[in-house]
């Protein structure tokens, strides 16, 4: 659906480019993470994919077909959704309708599709609008905050959503809610691309993993690909490891557990651990 060709955008004429010469597409379905240190180039991607900023080389399309100029942009802000950084510290509106409902407006919609853009929109994320619809949007919880600001979006009907570190700042229960949300966009057909720092939550998730590091997408492959004890060097030299429940996998690998090499969601971990113990138990049971 979305496709990058050797794009590369620079802030100022002067200073080094901020994403040099970058190559990835993402389809209906589909999440790509990028990964990298702080100022590695991941939230300029994100401004690129959704049209906030106009590559300076290369190009963006949509569905196939290059677009340029203020017809990309207009595209571009249509179809791919940002949610930014801590989107919450964003909110303003009096009530959790009246801040769902800002976007639907603002596309000139009647007040009857606004209504039921901001009930889907609500409903999509946990809420039931009848509940919290007349609620001060400032006044609920971080992760209530998170999803009211992810449905702002989703009541734009966005084709694709770009997230900017959307695990940060949150409690471990609200981080599962929102990796169960987007997952579930996910099946529905909606495409991701996550900038994140967060390995234990982004392996499971993603397709495709780009890391990045000035710019630059360095490596790109599946996280079973990427995070592998082969590779744990290469990460860590450019500020980043391999998931927690990996490195896990490993210790009991050294510990003589027969696990697969690279494992990178929790329950995967645990169904082989009881398939290991279970076969070592066999073992000891008297015939």
Known sequence: MLTFRHVTYRYDKKAAPAVRDLNFEVADGDCVGLLGRTGSGKTTVLKLACGILSPSDGSIGLNGSACEGKRRAALLRRHVGIVMQYPERQLFAPSVFEEVAFGPRNLGLSEMD?????????????????????????????????????????????????????FVGLPPRSVQSLIALLQRLRDEGAALIIATHALDEIAPLADRLLIMDEGKAIAEGTPRELFTSDNREALIATGLDVPRITALAWRLREKGLALTETIIDEDELIGELAQELGKRSARKSPQ
């Not at 998170?146 to 084709?159: D, E, F, G």
């Open 114 to 166: 606004v209504k039921e853009r901001v009930y889907g929109a609500l409903s999509a994320v946990g809420f039931a609008c009848e509940e919290i619809g007349k609620r001060n949007p400032l006044l609920l919880s971080g992760g209530e905050k998170r999803r009211v600001a992810l449905a702002s979006t989703l009541a734009l009907r966005p084709k694709a959503l770009a997230l900017d570190e959307p």
